[in-house]
DNA sequence: AACCTAGTCAACCGCTTCATT
DNA sequence: TAATGAAGCGGTTGACTAGGT
C-alpha cells in the first residue's frame, strides 16, 4: 500500500488562501461538483495540491458552514457524543451539519476540554481529560467482553440520548431538527424554504454566527468575502461535461462570477437553511434513532442495535 | 509603546481506509 | 488477492490576535 503522492513538493503553494484561489476553487465546484480533487490543480491552474483544496472546500467555502460560537446545545452534543465515538470528529461533525470536523476538533481542543476538566476537577486542577479517555474506560470495557462493554455503553446512550434529545427538541428554532419532524410526519410534502431560517443577514443567507469576530487583516477569516464568493451557490445539478474541466480562461470566470451575482442568488438561502447538501435527504441515523422508537427513553428500550451498530463500527 | 503570553483557528502532515484494477 | 492511487481523517503546527504587564 504505497503512499500517495498527493502533490508534487515543488511549486505548491502553502499558507492561507487568496481570493482568487478561492474564486478559481468554488467556480470548478460551483460546475463540476465537489470530488475528484486530484484533477482540481491540473484543471484550475490552482498552485495548491488536491488535500489542500479538499480541505479549503470542506471547511470553509462549504455552503451551509455556520461559523461563530457553539450553542450550549451543540456543545452538550458534542461533549456526549465525543464520549460515545471518541475523537471521531468527522463522524460526530456529521450530527452537527453546520459544523466542520475541524471546527468542531478545534472547539474541543480550545474549549470543552478546558472546561470538562474544570467541571470535573475544579479549578486549578489540571488533568489531560482526553488521555484518560483515550487510555481508560472505553479500551478497557473493549479488554473485557463484548457484552460488559455494550451495557456499559447502552448506559452511556441513554444518557445520551435523552440529553441529545433534550437538546434538539428544545431548540425549536433549529430548522434541520423541525424540517426533519415536519418531513417525518408528513414525507410528501414538499419544505417551504422561506418557512423557516438559520440566516442572520437575510440579504446574504450567510450564516455569520453568533458573536464571531472576524480578524481584519487576514483574508481567510473574512465571512464577508467568502459570502462574495459563494453568493449565488445553488444546488443546480452540476455540469455533466467533467471532460473540459478547465476555469482557467478569465472569460470562463467572469461568467462564473456573474452567475454568482444574478442567476443563482435565489436559491442561496435554501442552501444555508438545508445545510450540508442534505436537503431532504434521510434522516440520519442518529436522527432516526432519536425518533423511530418513540424517543424510547422511559420504556427502557432496547438500544441493543445502535451498540452493535457502535461496536461493530470499532 | 513595547514586549510577553495565551487563545484561536486555518492549514498542513502523515497515516488509514476505501475503491479500482 | 494483491497492488495501487485517491480520498478521508485526526493530530499537530504556526500565524495571527487580544489582553496583560
Known amino acids: 500500500m504505497g503512499r500517495s503522492p498527493c502533490c508534487e513538493k515543488t511549486s505548491v503553494k502553502k499558507g492561507p488562501w487568496t481570493p482568487e484561489e478561492d474564486i478559481l ?20 491552474g490552482l498552485l495548491r495540491c488536491s488535500k489542500s483544496c479538499r480541505l479549503r472546500w470542506a471547511n470553509y467555502l462549504r455552503p451551509g458552514i455556520k461559523r461563530g460560537s457553539f450553542t450550549q446545545d451543540e456543545e452538550n452534543i458534542i461533549i456526549h457524543l465525543q464520549e460515545l465515538l471518541g475523537n471521531r470528529w468527522a463522524a460526530i461533525a456529521s450530527y452537527l451539519p453546520q459544523r466542520t470536523d ?3 476538533k478545534n472547539y474541543w481542543n480550545t474549549h470543552l476540554k478546558k ?29 473485557n467482553s463484548k457484552g460488559q462493554w455494550e451495557r456499559k455503553l447502552q448506559t452511556d446512550i441513554h444518557k445520551a440520548k435523552q440529553d441529545l434529545y433534550e437538546a434538539l427538541s428544545l431548540d425549536k428554532s ?7 419532524i415536519s418531513k417525518l410526519k408528513a414525507p410528501a410534502v414538499a419544505s417551504d424554504p422561506s418557512s423557516n431560517s438559520t440566516c442572520s443577514d437575510p440579504s446574504s443567507g450567510m450564516e455569520t454566527g453568533g458573536g464571531y469576530q472576524p480578524s481584519s487583516s487576514t483574508y481567510a477569516s473574512s465571512i464577508h468575502n467568502i459570502e462574495k464568493l459563494l453568493q449565488g451557490w445553488t444546488k443546480t445539478p452540476y455540469s455533466s461535461s467533467s471532460s473540459s474541466n478547465t476555469v482557467s480562461s ?3 470566470l467572469t461568467e462564473t462570477q456573474h452567475e454568482f451575482q444574478d442567476k443563482r442568488k435565489p436559491n442561496m438561502q435554501e442552501m444555508m437553511i438545508h445545510p450540508s447538501q442534505e436537503i431532504g435527504g ?4 442518529l436522527e432516526k434513532w432519536l425518533l423511530d422508537d418513540n424517543y424510547g427513553l422511559a420504556q427502557g428500550s432496547d438500544d441493543y442495535d445502535l451498540v452493535s451498530t457502535i461496536y461493530d463500527s470499532r
Request: charged share 25%; no cysteine.
Open 25 to 44: 476553487l468554488v467556480s470548478y465546484i460551483q460546475k463540476h461538483g465537489p470530488g475528484n480533487w486530484r484533477s482540481i490543480p491540473a484543471s484550475t
Open 282 to 285: 434521510p434522516l440520519s441515523f
Open 250 to 252: 478569465q472569460k470562463d
Open 102 to 104: 475541524n471546527d468542531i
Open 174 to 180: 433549529n430548522p434541520l431538527f423541525t424540517q426533519r
Open 115 to 143: 472546561k470538562l476538566r474544570r467541571l470535573q476537577f475544579g479549578p486549578g486542577m489540571e488533568f489531560d481529560r482526553s488521555e484518560d479517555l483515550r487510555t481508560t474506560p472505553r479500551p478497557q470495557s473493549m479488554s
